[in-house]
C-alpha cells in the first residue's frame, strides 16, 4: 500500500498512467483523481506543443493507454445510460398498465352501481330508476376516465422526453468519446514523430518551468 505522505513527481504519474491508467495510478499512488486528469490533460497538451512533438515516438504506450482507458469509460457511461432507459420503459409501462387497470375498475365500479340501483329500484316497486340520476353517473365516470387518459398522455410525454435525453447523452457521450479518442491517434500518427519508442523522457524541466508560473 502506497503512503499517504509521498510526494510523487509529475512524470512518476504520467509513467504509472501509461501502464495502470489514470483509476489504476489513482488507486495505486494514492493521489486525487481530480489531479491525475489535470496532469494528463496538461501533458496530451504538452505532447501537441512544439515543445512536446519531439517526445511523442516515447509516449506511444501512455497515448495508446488512455484510448484504452477512454473506450472502457465511454462503454459504461453508454451501458449506464441504456440502462436508465430500459429502467424507464419499465417503469413507464407499469405506470400505464396501472392508470389503464384504474379506467378498467372504474368502468366496472360504475357498472356494479347501475345494476344496484336498478334492483333496488325494482325491490322497491318502482318504476323505472331516475332517468336524471344514471346520466349525472355516466357523466361523472366519463369525467373520472378522461381525468386518468390525461394522466396518461402526461406520462406519455413525460417519458418520451426522459427518453429523449438520455438517448442525447448517450449521443453526447459518442460524439465526446470519438473526438478523445481521434485527437490522441492524430498525435500517435504524426508519421515525422513516429521515430520508434525510446526512453521516457524526462519531463522535469517542463513541470518545473510550470510550477513557476
Given amino acids: 500500500m502506497a503512503n499517504h505522505n509521498k510526494y510523487y513527481t509529475p512524470q512518476e504519474i504520467i509513467r504509472s498512467v501509461a501502464t495502470l491508467g489514470v483509476a489504476g495510478t489513482t488507486r495505486a499512488l494514492q493521489v486525487r483523481e481530480s489531479y491525475v486528469t489535470a496532469l494528463v490533460s496538461d501533458f496530451v497538451q504538452y505532447l501537441k506543443s512544439d ?3 519531439d517526445k511523442i515516438p516515447q509516449c506511444i504506450g501512455f497515448l495508446q493507454k488512455l484510448i484504452q482507458d477512454s473506450l472502457v469509460t465511454h462503454q459504461e ?3 449506464s445510460l441504456q ?3 430500459q429502467d424507464s420503459n419499465v417503469e413507464h409501462q407499469r405506470n400505464v398498465e396501472s392508470m389503464q387497470k384504474k379506467i ?3 368502468h366496472a365500479t360504475h357498472q356494479e352501481t347501475i345494476k344496484f340501483m336498478q334492483r333496488l329500484t325494482k325491490g322497491m316497486g318502482v318504476g323505472e330508476q331516475d332517468q336524471d340520476t344514471e346520466k349525472e353517473m355516466n357523466k361523472e365516470l366519463q369525467e373520472e376516465v378522461e381525468s386518468v387518459l390525461r394522466e396518461i398522455e402526461d406520462l406519455n410525454v413525460e417519458h418520451q422526453q426522459n427518453s429523449e435525453l438520455l438517448q ?3 449521443q453526447d457521450s459518442n460524439a465526446r468519446h470519438q473526438e ?3 485527437s490522441l491517434q492524430n498525435i500517435i500518427q504524426m508519421p ?3 521515430l520508434g519508442i525510446r526512453d521516457w523522457p524526462d519531463l522535469t524541466e517542463h513541470y518545473a518551468s510550470k510550477e513557476k508560473k
Fill in 51 to 53: 515543445a512536446g512533438r
Fill in 83 to 85: 440502462k436508465q432507459i
Fill in 77 to 79: 457511461e453508454v451501458e
Fill in 104 to 106: 378498467e375498475d372504474l
Fill in 168 to 170: 442525447k447523452r448517450i
Fill in 192 to 194: 515525422k514523430y513516429a
Fill in 180 to 182: 478523445y479518442s481521434e
